[in-house]
């Protein structure tokens, strides 16, 4: 069975400042895929990324960097120079391909003051 | 491209009612998801379709919860008596079976949030 723990149940920072959300999984898949999902407070859920268990390289898109360790099980994402607007739940995700589900965890609270 | 559709996006109901959600995914995306979300929780997935058939409906509380996706596109959930634990928001999903990796991809809808009073 699949698990993702996000051990931050709230965060907050002061706008400008870096913030890393953590996200350790545990499968027994060989193949699967990890998912970052945002959800704002207008609700819908916002596809971040996904990343394959065989691609280790770390990813950058504009202010959010994703750190993927397959030998810790975990899959961090780090958002630099936070804004207001990055104010929301985000959520880490992983997919199996065997059964074909995204299992959510608890989700982390993302405040960002100005 | 048109998002995945939710209608209503809030309602009201006292428990022992029914209600029905409706869904109408992404264009061309055979795979649909209906998930629960309660309050300060994770969304948890109650069925999934692959075009009008069900693939995984273990979650969904059958003896109350209904879904059906008669024409392979659009989607309705219902919940016939509501009780308060119903609470939550439903939201739907949709992703492609393209077989390629970005088939896993899901592309949620606004959710429809019922309150059961």
């Known amino acids: 069975a699949q698990k993702v723990t996000q051990a931050q149940t709230e965060i907050s920072v002061v706008e400008k400042e870096d913030v890393t959300l953590d996200c350790v999984y545990e499968t027994r898949d060989t193949t699967y895929y990890l998912f970052w999902y945002k959800q704002p407070p207008s609700g819908e859920l916002v596809f971040l990324i996904r990343r394959n268990s065989f691609d280790e390289q770390n990813e950058i898109s504009g202010r959010y960097s994703w750190n993927f360790q397959k030998s810790t099980s975990s899959f961090n994402f780090t958002i630099t120079a936070s804004q207001v607007v990055d104010s929301a739940v985000y959520f880490c995700a992983p997919f199996s391909s065997n059964t074909g589900k995204l299992i959510f965890g608890q989700g982390t609270t993302l405040q960002v003051k100005p | 491209e048109a998002g995945v559709a939710q209608s209503p996006r809030y309602k009201i109901i006292e428990k022992r009612q029914s209600v029905a959600f409706w869904c109408n995914p992404i264009s061309g995306h055979a795979t649909l998801y209906w998930y629960q979300q309660i309050l300060g929780q994770g969304p948890k997935l109650l069925i999934q379709?692959?075009?009008?058939?069900?693939?995984?409906d273990s979650q969904l509380p059958k003896d109350r919860f209904s879904a059906e996706r008669l024409k392979g596109v659009d989607s309705t959930l219902k919940i016939q008596p509501a009780k308060l634990e119903d609470s939550a928001v439903y939201l739907c999903a949709s992703s492609s079976t393209s077989g390629t990796a970005l088939a896993y991809e899901q592309y949620f809808g606004p959710g429809t949030r019922l309150t059961v009073t």
């Open positions: 379709f692959q075009n009008n058939g069900v693939v995984d």
